[in-house]
Nanobody
Framework: VQLQASGGGLVQAGGSLRLSCVVSGGTLSTYSMGWFRQAPGKEREFAGGIWRSGGSTFYADSVKGRFTISRDNAKNTVFLQMNSLKPEDTAVYYC????????????????WGQGTQVTVSS
């Protein structure tokens, strides 16, 4: 299974970006997905997740109300819509997949994308 994340870029504070994560070599509907981010000098942190069945989502407090995760199983793609971006959202964003429940712990995910850089200027 391979994950390809894209959609990052440079945006001003208050702006929006939508990240995409395409899953290949597997069927998206069998995986719960997570979005993580890692800022320079910091540990990778959970941003949000979506369950494989039902599509329930949950988010870190730091992004709740601003970020939205969705999935299109027909296109094997997961999205992270990021609104009201802040400079502290600057990080490399990664998508990850696991067969079980959606969780917040990075080490429990089986597959990872390569990351896409998001930079928010003030």
């Amino acid at each position: 299974v391979q994950l390809q994340a894209s959609g990052g870029g440079l945006v001003q504070a208050g702006g929006s970006l939508r990240l995409s994560c395409v899953v290949s070599g597997g069927t998206l509907s069998t995986y719960s997905m997570g979005w993580f981010r890692q800022a320079p000098g910091k540990e990778r942190e959970f941003a949000g997740g979506i369950w494989r069945s039902g599509g329930s989502t949950f988010y870190a407090d730091s992004v709740k109300g601003r970020f939205t995760i969705s999935r299109d199983n027909a296109k094997n793609t997961v999205f992270l819509q990021m609104n009201s971006l802040k400079p502290e959202d600057t990080a490399v964003y990664y998508c990850a997949a696991r067969r079980g429940a959606a969780v917040t712990t990075a080490t429990l995910y089986h597959y990872w994308g390569q990351g896409t850089q998001v930079t928010v200027s003030s």
